[in-house]
């Protein structure tokens, strides 16, 4: 048998860092959304019990590295499962790009082994289990659109935004999401508004959405990476209503309402980055089908 999952990416349109916790991670507060913008997971039945990688991507571990392995591994042994599995990943999404690709890969293979395997797991079984592969695959499960606190794996589900259009530019670079934690200066952060972004969601405010975001992450991926700033600069200069970095980085995305604008902004950057993607912000938890 065969079943096939999409993948979306995330952004985040507001990312707070509250402090430094016990176990090493952070304690976050932040608002996670889907774009259209996807992996393709495809899970097929193997005759043996073993667990096959098969993507033609050189920048993706093909091996027990790859999150989806990890996911799959984490299913077979919590549920005692003698199966195998040929897990394929056809990437769209750039790697180490702040867009959790590989956590969105790990939450595709766990819903789609739901299936497969007939388990009859819950989201909330699979997005808890999917929390002890990485802070964002709980996220991944649902998809849609939320405030995720702890260390992101605690997910509140809020309205979708209301509907435009995400432009977004990945340098050549590639970025440790823990290199970045590593270097945070606490004691030097502009903490965003994450509540009036909440609130600016839910009132399907644009405006507002475009107002409140901020991202506490990109002060340490900026100064390690001046290009990024750069893009930063370029993407409003074309004429994008509101201009953020990703996650830990290093893509930057940029927000634009009317699809007259758009042309201007992707070709624009296309100049600069050879990785440019113009999608819809999607945001709404059935986008996964
Ligand atoms: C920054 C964010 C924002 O959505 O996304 P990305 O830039 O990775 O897409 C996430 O917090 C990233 O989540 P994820 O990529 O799943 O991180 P994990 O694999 O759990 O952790 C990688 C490393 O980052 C650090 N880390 C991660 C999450 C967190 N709340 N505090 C941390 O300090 C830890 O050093 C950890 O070892
Ligand atoms: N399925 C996967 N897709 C992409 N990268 C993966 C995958 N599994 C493991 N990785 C590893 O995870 C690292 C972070 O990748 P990714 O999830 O794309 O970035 P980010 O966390 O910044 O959004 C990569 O350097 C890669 O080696």
Same mark, same amino acid.
Request: aromatic share 6%.
């Given at each position: 048998?065969?079943?096939?999952?999409?993948?979306?990416?995330?952004?985040?349109?507001?990312?707070?860092?509250?402090?430094?916790?016990?176990?090493? +991670?952070?304690?976050?507060?932040?608002?996670?959304?889907?774009?259209?913008?996807?992996?393709?997971?495809?899970?097929?039945?193997?005759?043996?019990?073993?667990?096959?990688?098969?993507?033609?991507?050189? +920048?993706?571990?093909?091996?027990?590295?790859?999150?989806?392995?990890?996911?799959?591994?984490?299913?077979?042994?919590?549920?005692?499962?003698?199966?195998?599995?040929?897990?394929?990943?056809?990437?769209?999404?750039?790697?180490?790009?702040?867009?959790?690709?590989?956590?969105?890969?790990?939450?595709?293979?766990?819903?789609?082994?739901?299936?497969?395997?007939?388990?009859?797991?819950?989201?909330?079984?699979?997005?808890?289990?999917?929390?002890?592969?990485?802070?964002?695959?709980? +996220?991944?499960?649902?998809?849609?659109?939320?405030?995720?606190?702890?260390?992101?794996?605690?997910?509140?589900?809020?309205?979708?935004?209301?509907?435009?259009?995400?432009?977004?530019?990945?340098?050549?670079?590639?970025?440790?999401?823990?290199?970045?934690?590593?270097?945070?200066?606490?004691?030097?952060?502009? *903490?965003?508004?994450?509540?009036?972004?909440?609130?600016?969601?839910?009132?399907?405010?644009?405006?507002?959405?475009? *107002?409140?975001?901020?991202?506490?992450?990109?002060?340490?991926?900026?100064?390690?990476?001046?290009?990024?700033?750069?893009?930063?600069?370029?993407?409003?200069? +074309?004429?994008?209503?509101?201009?953020?970095?990703?996650?830990?980085?290093?893509?930057?995305?940029?927000?634009?309402?009317?699809?007259?604008?758009?042309?201007?902004?992707?070709?624009?950057?296309?100049?600069?980055?050879?990785?440019?993607?113009?999608?819809?912000?999607?945001?709404?938890?059935?986008?996964?089908?």
């Amino acid at each position: 048998m065969r079943v096939l999952e999409k993948a979306p990416a995330k952004i985040n349109l507001s990312l707070d860092v509250l402090h430094k916790r016990k176990d090493g +991670f952070h304690e976050v507060k932040m608002i996670m959304t889907t774009i259209d913008l996807a992996d393709r997971v495809e899970l097929i039945d193997l005759p043996i019990d073993e667990i096959r990688i098969v993507s033609h991507n050189r +920048f993706v571990p093909d091996d027990q590295r790859n999150l989806a392995y990890q996911a799959a591994k984490l299913l077979k042994k919590r549920y005692g499962i003698k199966r195998g599995v040929s897990i394929s990943i056809t990437k769209t999404i750039p790697v180490a790009a702040g867009l959790a690709g590989g956590s969105s890969d790990a939450a595709a293979t766990l819903r789609g082994l739901n299936r497969l395997w007939n388990l009859g797991l819950s989201f909330e079984q699979l997005a808890e289990l999917g929390s002890e592969i990485g802070s964002d695959v709980a +996220f991944c499960v649902y998809g849609g659109t939320a405030l995720a606190t702890g260390r992101g794996e605690l997910i509140e589900h809020i309205n979708p935004p209301p509907h435009c259009w995400v432009v977004l530019a990945k340098p050549t670079i590639g970025v440790s999401t823990a290199d970045v934690y590593r270097n945070l200066n606490l004691n030097a952060i502009n *903490h965003p508004n994450v509540d009036g972004m909440v609130n600016a969601i839910q009132n399907g405010d644009y405006a507002q959405i475009c *107002h409140y975001m901020g991202n506490v992450l990109e002060s340490v991926t900026l100064r390690m990476y001046p290009e990024v700033a750069n893009i930063k600069e370029q993407m409003k200069r +074309f004429g994008a209503d509101a201009v953020l970095m990703s996650g830990s980085g290093p893509t930057v995305f940029g927000l634009v309402q009317y699809e007259s604008r758009l042309p201007r902004v992707y070709n624009g950057l296309r100049g600069f980055c050879d990785q440019v993607f113009a999608v819809r912000m999607l945001g709404e938890r059935n986008s996964l089908d």
